[in-house]
């Protein structure tokens, strides 16, 4: 029989929905296409900002989005040499850092260009950093490198959740041979909407309107001790201390879940007069504080997270004391001094 004939009750269900509610089905199941192959084809949807083993194994085996894939392994050459992750490139940590007098200086732009066009990297590529995944400061690396390369304009960006460690332990393979990309002609120009500098960290001190999040352990946060190449210990005036090591499932180098880094974010006090997304990570040299940046930033989802990337390496050298907190008297100096000259002398 044909359909026109039949009741109304005896139609199929399709045709008896209403016109408008089975096109509005229609283009959702459109759009829904359009997401899957926006993200097999390496475009159209951001890169999560953390990628379990299992989920960069599947990315790699999927040769449309492997095609965008661009593995930044930052180990040292000899680990890296050793064995590292399928189509993983080296571009070691310390290309990413300052000089040894300031470590946490953001390179020059000419060399940071000339790394990432190296690697292969642009904006239609999907840049995964990977570290070793040793620990929880080690974790610092990959987010330091990230900061970095979304300074640089990048957008699709990830990090291996515990690093060549967890990527091992899932039974994942691991190689010998080194791997290069083509190399683009990338010309990146800074978003200085993720720096803070010295003179908008200055203001934040003197206004008190920004947060100021100090993710050092809390001996150095106190004053017990400073950072080697620190002119003095302590803190920023109006810091809170939030150790870096506070996003990390106990005893291990795993990030957490998103619902966990946002009930930590959440715990963080607002400065007074500030949003509570108002914010400046810093630490001694901007490693650990690029971790309290990505979890704030990057996984929490707070709005205008800067990372003040020399910290109190660079501020400590000739900053005013009423801007610094937490300095110990002169001879408790005296005494981190002798302490840290044995640590050099004989370690």
């Known amino acids: 029989m044909h359909l026109a004939a039949l009741s109304p009750e005896s139609k199929p269900l399709t045709l008896r929905l209403p016109l408008a509610r089975r096109v509005l089905q229609g283009l959702t199941r459109h759009l829904a296409g359009l997401a899957l192959c926006g993200w097999a084809s390496g475009a159209a949807l951001a890169a999560p900002p953390l990628l379990l083993p299992a989920e960069l194994s599947a990315l790699l085996k999927d040769p449309a989005r492997a095609e965008q894939l661009r593995i930044v392994d930052i180990r040292d050459p000899k680990s890296y040499a050793a064995q590292h992750l399928p189509e993983a490139q080296n571009a070691p940590y310390a290309q990413w850092r300052g000089p040894s007098s300031n470590p946490g200086e953001l390179p020059p732009l000419p060399k940071l260009t000339a790394l990432v066009q190296l690697l292969g990297l642009s904006p239609q590529t999907h840049a995964v950093v990977v570290s070793s995944g040793a620990d929880a400061s080690d974790f610092g690396a990959a987010a330091r490198v990230y900061w970095t390369l979304k300074v640089l304009g990048l957008k699709e960006l990830s990090v291996l959740?515990?690093?060549?460690?967890?990527?091992?332990?899932?039974?994942?393979?691991?190689?010998?041979?080194?791997?290069?990309?083509?190399?683009?002609?990338?010309?990146?120009?800074?978003?200085?909407?993720?720096?803070?500098?010295?003179?908008?960290?200055?203001?934040?001190?003197?206004?008190?309107?920004?947060?100021?999040?100090?993710?050092?352990?809390?001996?150095?946060?106190?004053?017990?001790?400073?950072?080697?190449?620190?002119?003095?210990?302590?803190?920023?005036?109006?810091?809170?201390?939030?150790?870096?090591?506070?996003?990390?499932?106990?005893?291990?180098?795993?990030?957490?879940?998103?619902?966990?880094?946002?009930?930590?974010?959440?715990?963080?006090?607002?400065?007074?007069?500030?949003?509570?997304?108002?914010?400046?990570?810093?630490?001694?040299?901007?490693?650990?504080?690029?971790?309290?940046?990505?979890?704030?930033?990057?996984?929490?989802?707070?709005?205008?997270?800067?990372?003040?990337?020399?910290?109190?390496?660079?501020?400590?050298?000739?900053?005013?004391?009423?801007?610094?907190?937490?300095?110990?008297?002169?001879?408790?100096?005296?005494?981190?001094?002798?302490?840290?000259?044995?640590?050099?002398?004989?370690?």
Do not use: M
């Open 161 to 347: 959740n515990g690093g060549v460690k967890a990527w091992s332990q899932a039974g994942l393979p691991l190689g010998t041979k080194g791997s290069t990309a083509l190399p683009s002609d990338y010309a990146p120009t800074l978003d200085t909407s993720l720096i803070a500098t010295r003179e908008e960290v200055r203001a934040a001190i003197d206004s008190g309107k920004s947060r100021l999040v100090d993710a050092r352990p809390a001996d150095f946060f106190n004053g017990s001790t400073r950072h080697q190449a620190a002119a003095v210990p302590g803190t920023l005036k109006g810091a809170v201390n939030l150790t870096h090591d506070s996003w990390f499932v106990p005893g291990t180098a795993t990030f957490v879940g998103t619902d966990k880094a946002r009930q930590i974010a959440a715990s963080l006090p607002a400065a007074p007069g500030s949003s509570a997304a108002d914010t400046v990570s810093f630490c001694n040299t901007g490693h650990w504080a690029a971790t309290n940046w990505f979890a704030l930033s990057e996984v929490a989802g707070q709005k205008d997270v800067k990372l003040y990337a020399g910290s109190l390496v660079e501020w400590t050298r000739d900053a005013p004391l009423e801007t610094l907190a937490n300095v110990p008297g002169r001879l408790q100096q005296l005494a981190i001094n002798a302490r840290l000259w044995a640590d050099r002398t004989f370690k």
